[in-house]
């Protein structure tokens, strides 16, 4: 069974950071390209960032320059390092397996002073 657990999420300042992760299983993680996608409050699904297995990355304009995506292979965990937080990158974040569009539970960023 293909499972992707997302975690990291929680309430911070605007200016600040955090680090999430996605624990995947069930499927050949270090082969597979995967992503970050998000959705806002009310709004609709939005790709974040993206790594292929051999670690190329891609991001949104609307997060480049503040955001890193990773993965550790060998413990078939993908990353996102958020920096410089703004308001408007409050969401649902979701790391998504790209073979097959299947997405986790989420885990939640809220910016907020």
């Known amino acids: 069974e293909v499972q992707l657990v997302e975690s990291g999420g929680d309430l911070v300042q605007p200016g600040g950071s955090l680090r999430l992760s996605c624990a995947a299983s069930?499927?050949?993680?270090?082969?597979?390209?995967m992503s970050w996608v998000r959705q806002a409050p009310g709004k609709g699904l939005e790709w974040v960032s993206s790594?292929?297995?051999?670690?190329?990355?891609n991001y949104a304009n609307s997060v480049k320059g503040r955001f890193t995506i990773s993965r550790d292979n060998a413990k078939n965990t993908l990353y996102l390092q958020l920096n410089s937080l703004k308001t408007e990158d409050t969401a649902m974040y979701y790391c998504?397996?790209?073979?097959?569009?299947?997405r986790g539970k989420g885990t939640e960023v809220t910016v907020s002073s």
């Open positions: 069930g499927f050949s993680f270090s082969t597979n390209t």
């Open positions: 998504r397996w790209d073979g097959t569009n299947t």
């Open positions: 790594i292929s297995r051999f670690g190329n990355t």
